[in-house]
């Protein structure tokens, strides 16, 4: 991987080009963003990469070629499921002129736009431009053009050891073992031969323009049914391209402020494309479409409950048919008794049913009907979320006192740790189990999480709010009232998880404080008391405001994942408190912190899982949808 400066002036160039040439003849707002993420990669291993572009849904993914190793072709493609993870081709389509496909290309530019890759290369016979965009999941379409006619021709470099390559008439078949296969579609122009685990296209009659369909498919049923689509877009590829063109515009068009600063543009956009880019199309046990954490990280492709409503959240206001997608996709694995397991891939084999996530997914779902006013899918939900609702004072409330702790259903510290979402929190380092009584899978922690109770008051409010709506009674505990007092520590000013045994607070100042000031359950005088620990430098308002724990916490460790990093939920939760209490001007302070200070975020960096408190630093897993939805939060609150 390249700096992003390395070729930001030639791409600035080209955006010149770019945005006065579309088929509206007005400029195209994603390339406003040029180079928006930096995924230059040669392949050089059968796996290694930091991330891809992939698009609509799909499940393979592409990068540009490094100058220093250029290939004349996008990288690509490679198989991003989490059980199958490699690159197909190292370049699946090179694009050569003539029959000569020895004849060396030197690159010029390339760039990463939203939904776009580009590049442009020369040759002693004039210069080369290459667009490729995703038309659905299963097909990205190839756009080449040339400065004068030639006769175009292509060939594989590369193909993975294992590819069976079969050639008919104008179309290459590479074959996993796996099933998966890699489809390329030419044009009826183009003479086809298969070479030694290869093949080369050459075009009859010289011209200008072409395209070539690269298709993914799982299985020989996926590409008996994709075919017949594939050569309608051969045959007619500006229809695709516009619709691809008019989504993205749309996507843009949605989320970004004329208000704002273009860095701070950047960052929305930036955010948007992380989270197009880990949309996953229904495959296997993923019964529907939906955001994966980051497509990047083979283990993070899969499907997480609480990550998942942050993502319909955010998707609400650009894409909400795939946030309702997105929502579906974990309630279809609702247990019996109304649990949302943890985590659910495409081999359900994979899936964890140890524990459930916090519950925040009916403000998923009423930030879709604020964006759509869609009674018919709170129709569909209300009941599956009332539910999940009930289920956690049935198999979560230990002394049946009205506040639910996290735990498991086998017992065990770790997966009631990964419940709360937080899986090695200091709050809960002297935490045991108990049994609850009346259920086999039943255990909590011996202590009360005041976030989880603040989550559940939300899920209460909005719960209410569905059933009027929908005209039905709401038949559910409702214990909104109880939990700001019950949590908060008029001593210290803060709020804190509480021992059963003997009701005592667990004085360890973290994050899930913020919870009660997001969901609205503190009071203004509780709010107002908590003011000096929050916006203490020492503690919780450092050079990137808002740790998991408090700065100056003995416990603390910078690199400590839940144990004092920075991760953009809790910190949004923070900002986001503020502002419901009229700290609107601290707040907004806060927020350029937040974007000023992260480390690449204005650059061609991945927006990252968490990041260092107290130097912004990227810490774990890139390209991540969590930090992007709620990223997407504080620019959209911002100065409001």
């Not at 760039?111 to 442009?120: A, D, S, T």
């Not at 516009?242 to 955010?271: F, G, H, T, V």
Request: proline letters at 5%; one cysteine or more; charged letters at 20%.
């Amino acid at each position: 991987m390249k700096t992003f400066n390395r070729w930001a002036i030639s791409c600035l160039i080209l955006v010149i080009g770019l945005t006065s040439c579309d088929n509206h003849n007005k400029p195209n707002l994603r390339h406003q963003f040029p180079q928006i993420l930096d995924i230059a990669y040669t392949p050089d291993s059968i796996e290694s990469c930091r991330g891809w572009f992939t698009d609509a849904g799909s499940w393979m993914g592409f990068t540009l070629p490094e100058k220093e190793q250029w290939i004349n072709g996008f990288c690509g493609p490679f198989s991003l499921d989490m059980n199958r993870r490699q690159w197909m081709a190292k370049c699946a389509v090179v694009v050569n002129l003539g029959d000569d496909t020895s004849c060396t290309f030197k690159p010029d530019s390339t760039c990463y736009f939203p939904g776009e890759l580009y590049m442009r290369s020369s040759h002693t016979s004039g210069h080369v431009t290459q667009k490729l965009h995703f038309i659905d999941a299963s097909t990205a379409l190839l756009c080449i053009e040339a400065d004068k006619q030639h006769k175009f021709s292509f060939t594989g470099e590369e193909w993975a050891e294992d590819m069976n390559i079969q050639v008919d008439q104008n179309v290459v078949i590479a074959r996993h073992p796996s099933g998966e296969i890699i489809l390329l579609t030419f044009s009826p122009n183009y003479v086809l031969t298969a070479t030694d685990h290869n093949y080369q296209a050459t075009a009859q009659i010289p011209e200008n323009k072409t395209s070539v369909a690269i298709s993914f498919y799982s299985n020989e049923k996926d590409l008996l049914a994709g075919q017949q689509k594939v050569s309608a877009i051969i045959e007619n590829p500006n229809t695709y391209l516009l619709d691809n063109q008019e989504r993205w515009e749309n996507y843009l068009s949605q989320i970004l402020r004329p208000d704002m600063k273009p860095a701070y543009n950047r960052i929305a956009a930036k955010a948007l494309v992380t989270l197009i880019s880990n949309w996953k199309s229904r495959r296997g046990g993923l019964q529907h479409d939906g955001i994966v954490p980051s497509h990047a990280v083979n283990y993070f492709v899969g499907f997480w409950a609480w990550d998942s409503w942050r993502f319909s959240a955010a998707l609400a206001q650009f894409a909400p048919e795939l946030a309702k997608d997105n929502i579906r996709a974990m309630f279809d694995y609702q247990l019996p008794d109304g649990m949302i397991i943890d985590c659910i891939y495409t081999d359900p084999k994979e899936n964890n049913a140890r524990d459930s996530k916090p519950p925040l997914v009916s403000w998923a779902v009423d930030e879709i009907f604020t964006h759509t006013k869609d009674t018919t899918f709170v129709s569909e939900m209300y009941p599956q979320l009332l539910s999940y609702y009930k289920w956690w004072y049935n198999k979560r409330d230990h002394n049946q006192n009205g506040m639910c702790e996290y735990g498991s259903t086998d017992g065990t510290i770790e997966a009631a740790a990964w419940e709360s979402g937080m899986d090695n929190a200091i709050r809960f380092d002297d935490a045991q189990m108990l049994k609850n009584e009346g259920y086999d899978d039943a255990w909590s922690f011996d202590q009360e999480s005041v976030d989880l109770n603040a989550y559940l008051a939300l899920e209460c409010k909005l719960l209410n709010k569905f059933a009027s709506i929908l005209g039905v009674t709401f038949d559910a505990p409702d214990y909104r009232d109880q939990v700001a007092d019950y949590f908060f520590d008029s001593e210290m000013g803060f709020f804190f998880d509480k021992r059963i045994k003997d009701g005592t607070f667990i004085k360890e100042p973290g994050c899930e404080a913020y919870t009660p000031l997001w969901t609205e359950v503190a009071t203004p005088e509780q709010v107002e008391s908590m003011l000096p620990l929050l916006t203490d430098t020492t503690k919780f308002s450092t050079y990137i405001p808002f740790p998991t724990i408090a700065a100056d916490n003995p416990k603390y460790n910078p690199k400590g994942y839940w144990r004092g990093p920075i991760w953009l939920d809790q910190t949004y939760f923070a900002i986001r408190g503020l502002r419901n209490y009229g700290y609107h001007e601290l707040a907004d302070r806060y927020t350029i912190q937040v974007f000023d200070r992260l480390q690449g975020l204005k650059e061609g960096a991945p927006i990252h899982e968490n990041y260092g408190t107290h130097t912004g630093e990227r810490l774990k897993a890139p390209h991540f949808s969590w930090s992007s939805s709620h990223l997407l939060m504080l620019y959209s609150d911002y100065g409001k």
